[in-house]
């Protein structure tokens, strides 16, 4: 490693050179690629591993309280010892030594054992510490090289430095651009890009540009402030006022995944580890950090069965997020189904809620509401049938029951909460009689009214299969494709029907529509009835208040379909799991299409989110009112946008034109001096386009054939 | 516009050639019979039989008396154009990829692909008036490109010769001694395989298309890169538009991929773009594989393409393209 240059040595040295630093643009400096000249990057985490470096003794453990026992026995304990802890790693060869007295002949009490990697030896630690050989005997474990790091501690307290207040950037710095644009963050290639959707130019603008900012995905937080970037080292947010400078990194070696909690408070980092026996499952890894402190609130270490119990989790792997948020912005719980247990952890002192989880046999599924501390759960049926399958409804954290529905004959159930925790939806997949298929229902809970009335939505033909459900984001609304799958019918209900408020009614029923998936607009109104991959990415922008269709469009093989946090645009891209077409298209929420970029190898694209509006709900209605007042202002601008890009697009094109015209001259002339050239070259004909070019038609008849036939022409009628 | 689909071709084909008069259409194909079509109205005049592989590239003479040809079967052929007669054949160690004669059509410059040991070749042959007279000697001899070179052409009062292949670069060499004169700039420059190569009528210009989805134009004498054009798919063919300020692509998804997609996906279409202001006009659909030959009628009225369908589409333009404003 170089050692550090101070700035006045630089500028020392600069001075002899005769280069003025004050000019020199540090950040242009690029480095050729594979070559550091040994400046060690400041982007890489270094915390990595702190087991591989320090003294080298980082796979030596100190086992102490061990029995002291005179020399004959020394071979015997050796013996005991090397058994245990060859249980756990590769011992070296070696690596087991064992000091005995010099004086007595007898064993100190205590050994030292090199294992192969830190990583073995961290577990030999984890496991043994504590370890009871026999009652007198209780093991204490310890890494070698901790030993030296307490004795370094001082001896006197000294109190920490205070490190003076600087204020930070303004990280929310992108709320207040001018043009109330949205940014959007794209993966393409090795590059990640943030840009804003200048809808008004009709083109993204840069913002910022990086290659290799991630090693596999980059997510932003659910309030739009930080972008997070995961790498082999661990996880890290970025963010700031003009540029993304890194504002945090989160050490966890080998990070697969990571979800931030609803009011972006913490982050929960994932990884899961070979296991070095291969017959064992794989070991997990997940942490839990304050986004912004950056330390480890809690970790959860175990194995993968342990933490893929419970509905979706699959064959390989856990079902992700483990971790459920709950409690609405204030990221007061979170919550991870176990085997027959619900844990729910409280963020004040990241411990269980009464210090013990929740006893639910057999729990399948748990979902929070989106505002308020309840969860709702979902138990399968038991017992052959003897004993319901039901769906619960429990109080955070009093754990008290609000609301419980015993269901029979349930092969699935599926929960839907509406965005602010007003209703849920529960998708009830059940047995028809012979077993032999299902059919579905829905059960609906107002849960903002007393007692928790429930509701039961049959459609209209029991049998249709239901292809996708979705809540109107902070409205009483719902869309449900349902039918078979070539052309699908397409339902809306409303959980408030005119006279009647306490029921739900059909609004409308759109018959076979070639869509597979929903995707309602933020502010509610507006809906996509997209189809996705089988259909090829046809699109259907349809407006709910008036039940009629805005405009039909289609991106073809589009993958993902993402509206701006405002409901203003829309974005379909296509991502690399196809390897065509590339990229991204930006539509208006009513189905225009305003603008489209490729880009080869396209993974991601995401709006960045904005944190809720500050607007009361009565303003917010104001608003929508007296619309016609407060946009004009915007009409104007839209207007003065449009003059000056047209005036600008006529002088680029009369530039361009200008500058082929005098290429074009440029060549004719020297094409004129090399007429007589070119003539020689032929012969002596009359070069090429100097002569004038002349069509002429030329009729051509040919008689093929003539023949003289005599036909009987009869007069005769009678 | 309604194309006239000429169905003579029994694979995909390789390209399309008109006579100075624009009047006759030659159009080559992996099926070893090089084809003569009236460019006004599609119907077959005759086919050049003899070839014994597929037929790469052809040229016409200016007086529209004989055909040059270049096959995968390791020959060169002259034609007479009006008999469909062998004049002479110069035979190769490898495939002959394109043929282009000179000014005056007393030179041809040939391209022959990398094959077994040998690397590819730049051969300038001295083609006789008199076919009797006509030897096989190579006048110039170039080597150095790596991999194949796809086109080469003469440039101006036939002093240089510019090629293009599998490598990217595009280069310009004297014709006399064989030097190398310039090279594209790799940075601005195509990124992969350049496939196809035409120059403008006056010989000014020319443009490239290439697998890297661009084509780009090029100044003749400098090398310059004057203008690229952007696009969706790799590029097979370009032309020109003679009449006007257009540049027409034709490509679409490799061949390989075509039957695992939609054929939508494959974007078979030939996109036209303004020269001048490289921005896409529109285009024309039909063919259901990529379009790997386009040529341009020097009346600049019609144009054809050819695709890897076995298809030529001949399309006279509507009058309505003839007032396109952009």
């Known amino acids: 490693m170089a050692e550090v240059i101070s700035m006045e040595d630089i500028r020392a040295t600069a001075s002899t050179l005769g280069i003025d630093v004050s000019n020199i643009d540090f950040d242009s400096i690029r480095l050729p690629p594979g070559e550091d000249f040994g400046i060690t990057s400041d982007d890489d985490l270094h915390e990595e591993d702190p087991l591989e470096y320090d003294s080298g003794f980082g796979n030596i453990i100190v086992v102490d309280n061990l029995p002291v026992v005179p020399r004959e026995k020394f071979e015997k304990l050796e013996g005991v010892v090397r058994k ?64 030296d790091r307490f004795m370094k501690v001082p001896d006197e307290w000294a109190p920490p430095e205070t490190k003076p207040y600087t204020p930070g950037e303004n990280l929310q710095h992108w709320l207040t651009d001018e043009k109330a644009r949205d940014q959007f963050v794209i993966r393409a290639g090795s590059d990640t890009e943030v840009l804003w959707n200048d809808a008004r130019h009709l083109k993204p603008e840069p913002v910022y540009k990086r290659a290799y900012w991630t090693e596999s ?33 989160y050490a966890h070696p080998q990070v697969k995944l990571i979800d931030f909690s609803p009011g972006e408070k913490y982050l929960v980092t994932y990884s899961s580890h070979e296991p070095s026996n291969p017959r064992d499952t794989h070991r997990v890894v997940l942490n839990v950090f304050d986004v912004r402190t950056g330390k480890v609130m809690r970790d959860f270490k175990g194995s993968m069965d342990e933490f893929s119990v419970g509905g979706a989790g699959g064959v390989s792997g856990v079902s992700w997020p483990v971790f459920r948020w709950g409690g609405g912005k204030e990221d007061k719980y979170f919550a991870r189904i176990g085997k027959n247990v619900i844990s729910v952890y409280e963020t004040e002192t990241f411990s269980l809620i009464d210090k013990k989880s929740l006893k639910v046999e057999n729990v399948m599924d748990l979902s929070w509401s989106p505002a308020d501390p309840i969860l709702a759960l979902f138990v399968p049926e038991l017992g052959g049938g003897n004993q319901p399958a039901r769906v619960s409804l429990v109080q955070i954290p009093s754990k008290e029951e609000l609301r419980q529905k015993n269901l029979f004959s349930v092969s699935d159930c599926k929960m839907y909460w509406q965005s602010n925790g007003d209703y849920l939806a529960v998708k009830v997949d059940r047995y028809t009689k012979t077993k032999k298929s299902t059919y579905t229902g829905f059960e609906l809970f107002r849960i903002k009214e007393r007692d928790i009335p429930i509701e039961v939505l049959e459609l209209e033909n029991k049998n249709d299969k239901i292809i996708a459900f979705a809540w109107e984001p902070k409205g009483h609304r719902f869309a449900v494709i349902h039918g078979d799958s070539p052309r699908p019918d397409v339902s809306f209900y409303t959980m408030r029907s005119g006279s009647n408020t306490g029921r739900v009614s059909k609004l409308t029923t759109l018959k076979g529509k070639q869509a597979n998936a929903l995707f309602w607009s933020p502010a509610g109104r507006y809906i996509i009835l997209a189809g996705l991959k ?134 004719k002339r020297w094409h004129e001096e090399e007429k007589a050239e070119r003539q020689r070259l032929r012969d002596g004909e009359a070069s090429d386009e100097e002569e004038e070019y002349e069509a002429k038609e030329v009729e051509v008849e040919e008689l093929l054939d003539v023949s003289e036939e005599v036909l009987s022409f009869d007069l005769d009628q009678e | 516009m309604r194309p006239i689909l000429m169905k003579g071709h029994e694979r995909p084909l390789t390209f399309l050639k008109y006579n100075r008069d624009g009047d006759l259409l030659f159009s080559c194909a992996k099926d070893h019979t090089p084809t003569v079509w009236f460019a006004d109205n599609g119907e077959r005049l005759g086919t050049y039989r003899g070839h014994n592989g597929a037929v790469w590239t052809c040229d016409v003479s200016r007086d529209s008396m004989r055909l040059i040809t270049g096959s995968a079967d390791q020959t060169v052929k002259l034609w007479n154009v009006e008999t469909g007669a062998q004049l002479f054949t110069f035979n190769f160690d490898s495939p002959a990829r394109s043929v282009d004669f000179s000014v005056g059509d007393k030179l041809a410059v040939i391209t022959t692909d990398p094959f077994m040991e040998l690397t590819s070749a730049i051969h300038v042959k001295r083609i006789a008036r008199d076919p009797s007279q006509q030897t096989a000697e190579s006048a110039l001899v170039i080597k150095g490109p790596q991999g194949r070179i796809n086109r080469a052409i003469w440039g101006p009062l036939n002093r240089t010769i510019i090629s293009a292949g599998e490598d990217a670069i595009v280069r310009i060499w004297d014709s006399e001694t064989g030097k190398l004169l310039k090279e594209s700039d790799k940075e601005t420059g195509h990124k992969k395989t350049v496939t196809s190569l035409s120059k403008a009528v006056d010989g000014s210009h020319f443009v490239t298309g290439s697998l890297d989805k661009s084509a780009k134009l090029w100044d003749s004498r400098t090398l310059t890169l004057i203008k690229t054009y952007l696009t969706e798919r790799p590029v097979n063919a370009v032309t020109m538009s003679p009449l006007l300020d257009h540049v027409v692509l034709g490509g679409g998804q490799d061949a390989s991929h075509v039957t695992t997609t939609d054929h939508r996906a494959g974007k078979f279409e030939a996109k036209f773009y303004d020269k001048i202001l490289q921005e896409e006009i529109g285009g024309v659909k039909g063919h259901f594989g990529p379009i790997n030959a386009l040529a341009f009628n020097p009346d600049g009225k019609s144009f054809s393409s050819g695709g890897e369908d076995g298809y030529v589409r001949l399309h006279h333009f509507d009058p309505d393209y003839f007032n396109v404003k952009i």
């Not at chain 1, 937080?221 to 945090?248: C, D, E, I, K």
């Not at chain 1, 500050?614 to 003059?643: C, G, R």
């Open chain 1, 84 to 147: 245990i802890y060859s249980q756990i790693g590769v011992i070296k060869e070696d690596g087991l030594w064992m000091p005995v007295d010099s004086d007595t002949q007898k064993t100190l009490g205590y050994c030292f054992i090199e294992y192969n990697t830190p990583q073995e030896a961290e577990l030999a630690r984890e496991k043994t510490n504590g370890y009871k050989l026999d009652r007198a005997h209780i093991f204490a474990v310890n890494m070698f090289d901790d030993f």
């Open chain 1, 217 to 249: 995905f980059v997510q932003w937080s659910p309030l739009g402030t930080y972008l997070a970037t995961v790498h082999r080292q661990g996880a890290a947010v970025w963010g700031g006022a003009t540029a993304f400078n890194r504002l945090m990194r």
């Open chain 1, 534 to 667: 089988g259909f090829n990415g046809q699109l259907e922008f349809y407006n709910v208040d008036e039940l009629e269709t805005m405009a039909t469009a289609e991106h073809f093989m589009a993958t993902d379909i993402e509206w701006d946090p405002t409901g203003r645009y829309v974005a379909t891209s296509v991502t690399s799991v196809h390897e065509m077409e590339n990229g991204f298209n930006i539509w208006s929420f009513n189905g225009k299409l305003l603008y489209r970029i490729l880009k080869d190898h396209f993974f991601q694209f995401l709006w960045r989110p904005r944190p809720p509006s500050f607007l009361s709900p009565e303003k917010e209605e104001e608003i929508a009112k007296n619309l016609k007042k407060y946009s004009k202002k915007y009409e104007a601008e839209d207007q003065d946008v449009s003059m000056l890009l047209s005036e600008q697009d006529r002088e680029k094109r009369k530039m361009l034109k200008d500058e082929w015209e005098r290429w074009v001259n440029d060549w």
